[in-house]
């Protein structure tokens, strides 16, 4: 069927929709589509009880055929739900689907008040200004973009391995970026995993290795992403690969390098250990790292400091892996989709000066803990604590650095679960009197209330109460020599002193340090804690308001391994379904420039925010790359000479709507009063 | 170890609020606890799981006497579980439990806590900690003489005892009821008494008391 | 059907028209009842506070002399308690001996001191739960003569029959003798209270709480239109009778209202003469909404 010619006179078809009560419950339909029936070109004008369902779209269908349309508008709900049904419609009665306009009538006025008179009557201008909008509506032409297969996965831990894993094995090219020497993030720290008690390493280190013996799996670890261009299916991104020293591809781990450097022991903290151990300048994060590659720290090597060094460690290679010259490199690779997985940071407990973390020896933060206890740990997890003692009596003091104003006002998530779990390692290790302290305890996930069922019988104090304090002050004999946790027992309603040697603070998750910086670069939202922003909370956890771009784990809001990980499988599942369509398809609401009167001044230039719009040196006019052009009309207003002109935001489009909104001028000024249908 | 001395036992209920006279210190230090009170109350009631209590407070919302308790029974069961002795031991708490068993058809934990209970008393009766005319282990004791006597319990000859022991004037005060009762032939003082009472006594003996049990 | 009957001491003193009632109706409706051997104090609960497993021997005792007798000629009787305590004393022994090794071993080894190789066969039965579930309201119904018409009861079951065994009824809302009562021709008010405890041997010791319970119960009964209280347990009806004028006096109430137990209402049902249930026991006296139908006269 040829399409309606959209520039005979205007034929208008005009719907409004009751939505069961929620339209109609408020704003009088039936008087809404008599006035539209008055109103200069339309030609149909109905209501209807569900405009959305099949019957409804239908009656579109059948009265363009019909009575020859070719302008189509429906009061209805918001454009965000129905705006791609109803051009759906139009485009099947034979129109082109933007000769269609949506009024929301909905949202915008049955919900947001209970005057009838006054909701009828902000309707009918509604009603009023889509009319004559629509008149000025032309064709326009969806445009299609190639997604390349190619996906970036930007961070390494559980999440960001199980998602490169996921589309790996999918058959799709990942290149799986790591910021650390070895991929496994915090997991690959931790000794036990709730509530099942398997230990970390042994679910971690077969996904590791799979990661790096994946063939299609390109792994940079010690890289940063350092720019993002382009737009969905198209992006190009840079990475900067930092020097190891130690040529990876020679490489093979045998660490005898380590063994042979010139400093008998370690003097620096281990990163990895948390500081509870030390390591040499040459040095492997730990005996699992992936890739099993040594690095070499040009802060504290000698060769770097003074260049005088005996070299040992060059000497002892067999394989000449060592490189003192290795400089930084900067790679640039096409992707058709990012999947951000960069994770948290653990809260700082120095930020809560009562609870004596750096000032008491032996308070702990759990992540320390998790090292302590770990076999693999700095003490072989033997629990020693820092003053050479084992504890007889150990105080773990939940929700440090969250729901807490002064600190984090969110929950963690995982503090309880894991304070339950560092209970039971605790008093597995040295059977101690273990006590928590919690405000409450929140155990929502599978099998997580059957843990904390089984924990209470382990013998574990359970106070409910947030700590006050934690000193060395003791009051009476039997404290001296212990720290003293003062906390109220707000079960039994008596202030209690307890004395232990041993603090463990069950610090929250935070947004990485530079997720600010992160989020700029990959122009995407954060929310206001800083924790990358979904694009909508239930119904698109792992989107961004960034086409293309995903987020998967705890960088999205604080996470368990479980919740991580699924979350890693749906923001590849989503990729993938990208991938596979081959194309997405992009609103034509783009800007685009009248050549004839840009005089090239490059106003638009920078403005942009999505640097959609470049120079053409040449013919010394700016130019508007439609695929990366969201819409948001900010060159249009800039322009100084009016060349930008924007699609489905025409000057007469929305002028027309405008003095459509105003004809009435009584009616938008008095708003509640009584309303005059016009004759 | 000296005992504490027991409080004076309140049995007057009053909605008005106590008078402030001292200043009570209300902080625990940790070396007043008995860290191993609860796993010994929970053996006593025949491993309750005490521990896995979640504090719910089913059982004082639905216990007929919470509101007269000094320590509602989900608190009996925390400061049990932490090692509170005497403050559970001292408790009107529980003396006032009646066995109804409310609690424990309803606790979500599925913990026996009139078994608790009974445990507590025991304990209490065991280590002389409650108040000395307190009636309850007063008749406790009083009836198990009885039965170890005659091997049935008469009850007229029970009261009579009890009210000795605690309060005689309280005897006269319910003499009226006495009266009553023995004209309605709803009092007998004939002592009731088994035939078999050697056999019986032999049987009791046998079973080894409680080390903390009191001799009687 | 026939069944070994353990008083208990309550039912021979303060329980005396309830063991009356309990021995007429049975009599009345052919089922043979058997006293149980030199039965002995049950242990009840006021014992546990002392020793629980000296107080299991006790009950013990008494299954092992019912499981005696059921080898001697009683074969498949079960063993009938009328007082809640007993009821529930001798069904915990029963149930701790099954579960616990610990009150298994000793009391076992204490019975066979007496002479006793208990098997734990015996049945611990409520003369409710014989009533309604092996007797059967239609057979009892049958046997009416006198309609309770217009007696609108408030049955009480108290504690320690439902609880914390639900052997037979509901934990907190039970039927059985609802069911029992409204057979009857009588009107069964629906309450919350009916399981509620009345705080047992609390009247005669912190009495101030024993009375606050018993006078909740009471003023509930009576609000909801109730003209009956009948109970299945000696204790509950004591207290919530013998103590009425009592709670009146010390709380400034006018409650008047006659506590039965449920075995001298069936009893008055089916034409048993007041005297041999027990009624002029009653502190209370029992009146009914309706006049005796001539029927019933004739029958007395």
């Known amino acids: 069927m040829p399409e309606t010619n959209g520039h005979d006179a205007p034929r208008v078809g005009f719907y409004v929709c009751h939505c069961g009560h929620n339209i109609a419950g408020i704003v009088d339909v039936a008087e809404v589509a008599r006035f539209a029936g008055t109103l200069p070109n339309v030609i149909v004008a109905r209501d209807y009880k569900y405009m959305c369902s099949d019957p409804g779209q239908e009656l579109i269908i059948t009265d363009i055929r019909e009575h020859r349309l070719n302008r189509i508008v429906v009061a ?23 000769y269609f306009q949506m009024v929301n009538i909905r949202e915008d006025v049955s919900w947001v008040t209970e005057n009838h008179d006054a909701a009828t009557h ?69 000794d036990k995993t709730f509530p099942t008690l398997d230990c970390a390493a042994c679910i971690l280190t077969p996904k590791m290795s799979a990661v790096k013996n994946h063939p299609n799996i390109t792994l940079w670890s010690y890289s940063e992403v350092s720019e993002v261009s382009g737009y969905v299916g198209s992006y190009t991104v840079k990475v900067k690969r930092k020097p190891r020293f130690v040529s990876e591809e020679l490489c ?58 005996k070299k040992t460690c060059v000497e002892k290679c067999d394989r000449n892996a060592i490189d003192f010259k290795q400089k930084e490199e900067i790679k640039e690779i096409q992707v058709g989709t990012i999947i951000l997985a960069t994770g ?105 209330e059957e843990f904390y069922d089984k924990l209470l019988e382990e013998n574990i104090h359970f106070i409910r109460g947030r700590v006050a304090e934690v000193t060395d002050w003791s009051a009476r004999p039997e404290e001296e020599g212990k720290m003293i946790i003062r906390v109220e027992d707000t079960l039994i309603g008596v202030v209690r002193r307890v004395p232990v040697d ?129 819409g948001c009309g900010t060159c249009v207003a800039t322009c100084p000479s009016g060349a930008i002109r924007q699609n489905l935001f025409e000057d007469e489009q929305i002028f027309s709507e405008i003095e459509g909104l105003l004809q009435e001028k009584e009616s938008v000024l008095t708003g509640g009063g009584a309303w005059r249908a016009p004759a | 170890m000296k005992l504490p001395t027991p409080p004076a036992l309140r049995t007057t209920v009053t909605n008005s609020p106590p008078r402030m006279k001292t200043v009570v210190r209300r902080l625990k230090f940790e070396s007043e606890l008995d860290l191993s009170f609860g796993e ?177 | 059907m026939s069944y070994l009957y353990f008083p208990g001491c309550s039912l021979r003193s303060t329980g005396r028209p309830y063991e009356e009632s309990i021995l007429a109706v049975f009599r009345k409706l052919n089922i043979p009842l058997k006293e149980l051997d030199d039965w002995n104090c049950c242990g009840a609960t006021a014992y546990v506070s002392i020793d629980e497993n000296r107080a299991f021997t006790l009950a013990a005792r008494n299954l092992a002399i019912a499981e005696r007798m059921q080898n ?123 399981a509620r405890c009345c705080g047992g041997s609390l009247t005669g010791t912190i009495q101030e709480a024993g009375l606050r319970l018993n006078r909740a119960l009471l003023k509930e009964a009576e609000k909801r239109g109730a003209n009956i209280i009948l109970t299945c347990c000696p204790l509950c009806q004591h207290n919530l009778e013998c103590y009425q004028k009592r709670i009146n006096r010390r709380f400034g109430e006018s409650i008047h209202i006659p506590v039965a137990y449920f075995t001298q209402f069936i009893g008055l049902a089916l034409g048993i003469p007041r005297k041999e249930l027990g009624i002029q026991r009653l502190f209370i006296p029992l009146k009914f909404a309706d006049p005796p139908t001539k029927e019933a006269h004739a029958h007395a």
């Open chain 3, 72 to 194: 001697n000629g009683n074969a498949g009787e079960d063993l009938m308690a009328p007082c809640s305590a007993c009821y529930l004393v001798l069904e915990k022994t029963q149930h701790y001996m099954k579960t616990d090794e610990g009150v298994n071993t000793e009391v076992t080894a204490a019975l066979r001191r007496g002479g006793f190789d208990y098997k734990g066969t015996t049945k611990v039965r409520h003369p409710l739960d014989i009533l309604v579930n092996d007797i059967g309201i239609e057979r009892i119904a049958k046997a009416v003569v006198r309609p309770m018409k217009g007696m609108k009861v408030a049955c009480y079951y108290g504690c320690q029959v439902v609880r914390p065994f639900e052997t037979f009824d509901h934990a907190a809302y039970p039927t059985t003798m609802d069911r029992l009562v409204t057979a009857l021709g009588a009107t069964a008010i629906d309450w919350p209270m009916k």
């Open chain 1, 344 to 448: 948290f940071k653990t809260f700082d407990p120095k930020r809560i000066p009562y609870y004596g973390y750096g000032k008491y020896p032996n308070v702990y933060s759990s992540l320390e803990v998790e090292r302590l206890v770990n076999a693999s740990g700095p003490t072989g997890g033997d629990l020693v604590l820092r003053d050479g003692r084992h504890p007889k009596t150990v105080g773990i003091i939940h929700c440090v650095g969250s729901r807490d104003r002064n600190t984090n006002r969110w929950c963690s998530r995982t503090c309880c679960m894991y304070s339950l779990k560092l209970a039971h390692l605790l008093k597995e290790h040295s059977e101690a009197e273990v006590y928590n302290f919690y405000i409450d305890i929140r155990a929502a996930g599978k099998a997580y």
């Open chain 1, 76 to 98: 209805s709900c918001s454009p965000l739900l129905h705006e791609h049904t109803f051009r759906v419609a139009t485009e099947k009665g034979g129109l082109n689907p933007f």
């Open chain 1, 502 to 630: 041993m603090v463990v603070l069950a610090v929250g998750m935070e947004p990485q340090a530079d997720s600010q910086d992160v989020r700029r670069m990959f122009n995407i939202s954060c929310s206001t804690e800083g924790f990358f922003l979904e694009r909508h909370p239930k119904l698109a956890p792992v989107d961004t308001f960034t086409d293309g771009i995903f987020i998967a784990g705890a960088c999205q809001g604080p996470k368990d391994i479980p919740d991580s990980v699924a979350q890693a499988g749906a923001a590849a599942a989503q990729a993938l379904s990208l991938i596979d369509a081959g194309e997405v398809e992009l609103e034509p609401n783009t800007a685009y420039v009248v050549e004839e009167s840009c005089s090239g001044c490059k106003s638009c230039l920078n403005i942009c925010p999505y640097t959609a719009i470049t120079r053409d040196e040449t013919r010394q006019k700016a130019f508007i790359n439609e695929a990366l052009c969201k």
């Open chain 1, 252 to 309: 093979v781990g045998c660490m005898e390098c380590i063994d042979a450097c010139v400093y008998k022991e370690g003097k620096t903290p281990d990163e990895f250990n948390q500081g509870l151990s030390k390591r040499k300048p040459v040095y492997i994060p730990f005996p699992q790292a992936t890739p099993q590659v040594v690095l070499i720290d040009p802060d504290t090597c000698i060769e770097f400091k003074s260049g005088r060094c």
């Open chain 2, 40 to 216: 010994h109350v929970a053996e006593r009631a025949y491993g309750q799981k005490l521990l896995s209590c979640i504090q719910c407070g089913t059982c004082s919302a639905t216990c007929p006497l919470s509101h007269y308790m000094d320590y509602t029974p989900r608190k009996i069961i925390a400061m049990t579980r932490e090692g509170f002795k005497d403050e559970v031991l001292n408790s009107l708490t529980i003396w006032l439990c009646a066995s109804c068993y409310a609690c424990t058809v309803q606790c979500p934990r599925q913990i026996h806590i009139t078994d608790v209970m009974y445990a507590l008393k025991r304990e209490a009766i065991a280590r002389g900690f409650y108040p000395a005319r307190n009636p309850i282990p007063v008749l406790a004791k009083a009836f198990y003489e009885r039965v170890r006597h005659d091997g049935r319990n008469t009850e007229s000859r029970l009261l009579i005892t009890l009210y000795l022991r605690t309060n005689p004037f309280k005897m006269l005060k319910e003499a009226m009821l006495g009266l009553h009762l023995f004209l309605t032939g709803r009092l007998s003082l004939k002592k009731e008494k088994i035939k078999g009472m050697k056999e019986l006594r032999k049987m009791i003996d046998s079973v080894e008391p409680r080390k903390e049990a009191v001799p009687l």
């Open chain 1, 122 to 190: 902000k309707a009918l201008d509604l009603v009023r200004a889509a009319v004559r909008r629509v008149a000025h509506h032309r064709s326009l032409a969806t445009k299609h973009v190639r997604i390349h297969p190619d996906v970036l996965v930007v961070g390494a831990g559980i999440s960001g391995i199980h998602a490169a894993l996921t589309l790996a094995n999918a058959g799709k090219k990942v290149t799986l970026v790591e910021r650390e020497p070895t991929i496994g993030g915090h997991m690959a720290m931790f």
